[in-house]
């Protein structure tokens, strides 16, 4: 087990928490047992902290815009170039490359593409 506090910090608190003259718990059981609780706490807080980065992880190419495909998007705006500036991940751009039809796009990435500008390919 890690030792978060050490028997004094922990001796401390004992006499805080204790104050009221209530001292049935040992001083070592009391030192394991906020160290046991502080390991809990910190392990919790590690695995949210894993959770926060998979959910906050943006590829650098975003994601594919194929509805219902799930993949990061590995390039964009090299096919399918007369209906829009796709982002398409690998197998999609390969799909494009070998000159199968466009796929039903997201309807975000639809509305994103109805809203960019003809002549400059800019977004608003
Ligand atoms: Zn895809």
Excluded at 86 to 115: D, V, Y
Aim: charge should be neutral; aromatic fraction near 8%.
């Amino acid at each position: 087990m890690k030792e978060y506090l050490t028997k004094e910090q922990t001796d401390k608190l004992f006499m805080t928490i204790t104050s009221n003259g209530c001292r049935e718990m040992e001083e070592d059981r009391f030192h394991q047992a906020i160290n046991e609780a502080i390991h809990t706490v910190t392990q919790q807080t590690e695995k949210i902290e894993v959770v926060k980065k998979c959910v906050e992880y943006e590829p650098s190419y975003g994601w594919c815009d194929v509805k219902g495909c799930d993949c990061e998007g590995s390039s964009g705006g090299a096919h399918w170039r007369d209906t829009g500036y796709w982002t398409l991940c690998s197998s999609h751009g390969r799909m494009a490359r070998e000159g199968k039809p466009q796929p039903k796009m997201k309807r975000e990435a639809i509305k994103r593409e109805k809203n960019r500008d003809k002549i400059s390919g800019c977004l608003p």
